[in-house]
């Protein structure tokens, strides 16, 4: 199935990405995320909070924006 997946990584991108029927939020953010915490980002799914157990649909828009930028003062 197909969704758009704003990475806010860095420099951020937003592309259509293919996952299988099924996934959860959580196993898309270790997929694009490897070694991350879900603690450090704020997850989002059609611009509304998401929990890991989420299951994405056709369609949906989901973001991953990291609360800390590395290297910021705070």
């Known amino acids: 199935m197909r969704l758009m997946y704003i990475n806010n990584n860095g420099s951020g991108y937003a592309d259509y990405i293919e ?5 959860t939020v ?14 450090d980002y704020l997850i989002r799914v059609n611009r509304q909070p998401a ?8 369609g949906d828009r989901v973001s991953f924006t990291p609360v800390k930028i590395e290297g910021a003062a705070v």
């Open 26 to 39: 959580a196993v898309l953010f270790d997929e694009r995320v490897p070694g991350g915490s879900p603690h």
């Open 51 to 58: 929990t890991a157990d989420q299951v994405l649909r056709e």
């Open 19 to 23: 996952v299988a029927e099924g996934t």
